[in-house]
């Protein structure tokens, strides 16, 4: 057992989260589907330019990565990791139509409990709080069913909207970590930013909420 879990079951896996209304739209994150794959590969394909910059360097030209028949690979990887305990991979929502992901990866348990958390957001439905909230319902979830205790983010320095995202989510900085990663082709410069439960008592969705950044929405009224 581990958080009172059955051995082989993941805490907190698999989740539907939200909604939650933001100026962006209504957002929620749940798990891939097979099914988001042409979606997935529409938003993917006609962002390359805006994503690319952020995104790990990977084999294959970015058109093959992030053609609808390359979901099927995605999707499994994700489904695999997910029902090792490994990740927590979900797709964020905005009025229903897939805009995004949010991945929690490198699950830690034992005497560490700890994640990374990572997101890209359509470039149609950015600037409007939707990474912000989309991050907010995942690591309120990891401090809660999922039983973790810190999650980690690592940002490129020139990466501002995503250092914006953190900022407002009350992500602490942590340090700089020297030619970490393998993004767009050269090993670059990420500051390291985390929480932990204690610095969120009340959960960053409350706080979005109490702050007049966020609307949890009444479901089934009118
Ligand atoms: C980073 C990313 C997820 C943000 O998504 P989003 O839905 O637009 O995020 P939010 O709307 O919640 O917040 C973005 C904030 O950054 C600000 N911002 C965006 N671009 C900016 C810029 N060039 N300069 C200053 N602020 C900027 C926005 O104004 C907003 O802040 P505000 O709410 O105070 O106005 C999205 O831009 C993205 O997918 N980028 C490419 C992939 C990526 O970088 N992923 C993260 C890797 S660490």
Known sequence: MANG???GRHPGWPARLGPLTVPGGVVEVRAPRLLDGRAWSRV???DQAYLQEWEPTAPGTWAERNATSAWLGQWSTLRALARRGM?????ITVDGRLAGQVTVGNVVRGALCSA????WVASDAGGGGVATAAAALVVDHCFGPAGLH???ATVRPENIASLRVLAKLGFREEGLFRRYLDVAGAWRDHRCLALTTEDIPTGLVNRLVTAGKAVIPQLGSG
């Open 87 to 91: 990740s927590l991979p979900f797709v």
């Open 44 to 46: 993917r394909l006609r």
């Open 116 to 119: 990374w958390v990572g997101y």
């Open 5 to 7: 879990q059955p051995i």
């Open 150 to 152: 810190r999650i980690e």
